[in-house]
């Protein structure tokens, strides 16, 4: 039981690493988009006959911003990546725990049927040769 509670709670945790992954991810893809939708505008401001300086100024102060967001969250995919292959490990070796301790349980189990069938057995003969002693001992 405690092993089964430890392998889902291994399994829990590895799957809120790869949510946190996968949630990152799409932000990353957020940005890009952003960034990408941020150059075609600033490429249609560029190509009209009047430029507008601060337009074109802080368009590229934004940029920036999404550039340094974005290698932020690429660190923190690469840190997540990380701990999800940590807890994906984590979780292989408490299945095989589990496995383990599954096999030994069934070994133990058909030990003691075994057992418990060789009492048995052990009881019939008794009771059998009890009977074959009164049965001779009854004839003349």
Sequence with gaps: KLRRDHRDA?????????????????????????RSELQGSLRQTLSGNQVAVDQVVDSRRYEFVLRLERVDLLKKLEMIEEETERRRKNLLEAERELKTVDRLRERWEIEQDAAERRVEQSRLDEFSAARRAMITEEEP
């Design 10 to 34: 291994m399994r829990d945790e590895y799957a809120q690493a790869v949510q946190a992954g996968q949630i990152l991810r799409e932000r990353i893809e957020s940005l890009e988009r952003q």
